[in-house]
């Protein structure tokens, strides 16, 4: 089970805007450790909003996305205290889904 | 880099792509059975040239198009580490949104679908082993379009 | 431009390709793209999953006596943390001392909770790339204060001590490189490669610099205290590595807490 994401929605003007911090090392794979030894890669590859069961973002990452990932967008509609979910799954078959009541 | 280095590096992405793949789909199938995501594009996430790249996502020659797609990228990163990207276009139907670095070992970064009412822009943040450039991908309407911004990266110092 | 940046860019120029374009550059305006780069990370900060820990660490009992840090008295009453750290370092009757933050979050760890001062004390800031303990308290405890004003006090006999000590360790030319914090600190437009220094002694400076402290460290993958600031401050100036939480840490942090005065506190930052 992977650590909990900061997940922050608010609607204005009809748009709900989401943003999404995760916790996740994102290793590419690439870095040598103290040993000279490569640490494996291990970063999230699949990213999934839903508002209402409905999917308004999907995304799917490489290695070359920054550590703890952090996302932005905006879909139409969403009230306060409606829910966004968010779920993402690692490289190594580790998931997470957290959610977020919209504010106002 | 020497060449035996990007071959050692390649084996061991080879390795854990492999088996990070069954594992997503895996965990896909628990965590969500109603909907089917989108397939990790494995071969566009391991291609080490963007016309690789381009072609693995299906877009072998998209047109450069600067004005329908705004790319907003920093001039100068204090830390490769942390590259604020975002992408938003003024295209109909925009569907996908993918965003490259050109001289990263594995070229493409991030790819993002957008389905109906979601707008057509995103923020994200990339890592960028150097100075680079940024390309974002734009598929709308079946049709891709593309633009890209150097981003000068320079390595930290002490203090701050 | 002035005349000995135009040397640093010559010198630039003549040393790497590469560099000789980010340097050219820079000359025109490479504090503003910098001040571009930060404005355009600045939400969405890792610290935020530190401040997560550190109330997590706050409300939880522990340490021998199974007890949470909530009755710790940060100076505005016990289990007070809005506001706290805007107020310090402070004279603390108890200890009869000035203690910064992280000094009196030791008090409280080990009084209250019944930790062995040296076993927080041992790796006070981080080890296996995790923030230590009394870090992500720190952080948590400093998140209570964002937007509220720096107002620290210099009424008790102790606290202006302190300040005084603080200000001639600041000017306090020692090691092998005869280096003081004034060194680097009390002149404007001074910058380490690509970073401009703050000024202690211009205001705005010094409040830009103190209120975006603890933060997060992109390099380091971690949240750094104030106190791990200054011990690398002192590292860099090959000063020997103070005692973590020790007066001398206690009096810097007082004079240049009492700097920035006024302005909003605005941490925990993020940073390169």
């Known amino acids: 089970m992977g650590n909990p994401m900061k997940i922050r929605a608010a609607v204005k003007d009809g748009v709900t805007e989401v943003k999404i911090l995760m916790q996740h090392e994102m290793e590419t794979g690439m870095r040598k450790d103290g040993d000279g030894s490569l640490v494996p890669a291990w970063f999230i590859t699949e990213v999934k909003a839903q508002y209402q069961g409905r999917t308004v973002l999907e995304a799917q990452f490489g290695q070359s996305v920054s550590k703890n990932p952090y996302l932005l967008f905006r879909f139409k509609g969403g009230a306060a205290g409606e829910k966004v979910t968010v779920s993402w799954v690692d490289n190594k078959g580790d998931s997470r889904t957290d959610e977020v009541a919209i504010s106002a | 880099m020497n060449k035996e280095i990007n071959l050692g590096r390649r084996e061991a992405l080879k390795a854990g792509g492999g088996i990070g793949l069954m594992a997503v789909l895996g965990a896909y199938g628990l965590l969500n059975s109603t909907a089917a995501m989108a397939e990790w594009n494995k071969a566009a996430f391991s291609s080490k040239a963007m016309d690789e790249a381009f072609a693995a996502m299906g877009a072998a020659n998209p047109e450069v198009n600067a004005t329908a797609i705004q790319l907003s990228v920093p001039e100068i990163a204090e830390n490769g580490a942390i590259v604020p990207v975002t992408v938003s276009s003024t295209l109909a139907n925009v569907e996908q949104i993918t965003i490259f670095v050109d001289k990263n070992q594995n070229v493409m970064a991030a790819n993002f679908i957008f389905p109906a009412g979601t707008e057509s822009m995103v923020t994200t943040r990339v890592k960028m082993g150097q100075t680079a450039n940024v390309v974002a991908l734009v598929k709308a309407d079946g049709k891709f379009y593309r633009t890209a911004k150097e981003v000068k990266v320079t390595a930290g110092g002490c203090g701050g | ?188 437009d001074v910058r380490i490669r690509m970073q401009d220094l703050p000024n202690f002694h211009v205001q705005k400076d010094a409040q830009a610099a103190f209120t975006s402290w603890p933060a997060y460290r992109v390099s380091q993958g971690l949240t750094r205290s104030f106190q791990w600031r200054l011990n690398d401050c002192f590292r860099q100036q090959r000063f020997p590595e103070p005692k973590f939480a020790s007066e001398v840490t206690v009096d810097l942090t007082m004079f240049l807490a009492v700097s920035a005065n006024g302005a909003e506190y605005a941490g925990p930052g993020l940073k390169r």
């Open chain 3, 1 to 188: 431009m002035n005349i000995s940046n135009v040397k640093k860019v010559i010198l630039v120029l003549s040393l790497t390709a590469s560099y000789a374009a980010v340097a050219a550059d820079a000359a025109i305006s490479d504090s503003d793209r910098i001040e571009q780069y930060r404005e355009m990370i600045s939400d969405g900060n890792p610290a935020d999953f530190d401040e997560m820990r550190g109330e997590e660490l706050w409300k939880k009992p522990g340490g021998p006596k199974n007890v949470s840090l909530e009755k710790c008295n940060l100076g505005k009453g016990p289990g007070v943390v809005k506001g706290a750290y805007a107020e310090l370092p402070r004279y603390f009757k108890d200890t009869k001392k000035v203690q910064d933050l992280e000094s009196r979050l030791l008090t409280c760890m080990t009084t209250l909770q019944g930790i062995p001062e040296a076993d927080i004390t041992a790796k006070p800031f981080a080890s296996e790339k995790k923030a230590s303990d009394i870090s992500s308290l720190a952080t948590y405890v400093v998140g209570q204060s964002k937007g509220i004003k720096m107002a620290v006090s210099l009424k008790h006999p102790k606290e202006k001590e302190a300040y005084e000590i603080g200000k001639r360790i600041f000017n306090y030319r020692a090691g092998p490189y005869d280096f003081a914090c004034s060194t680097c600190h009390a002149t404007s």
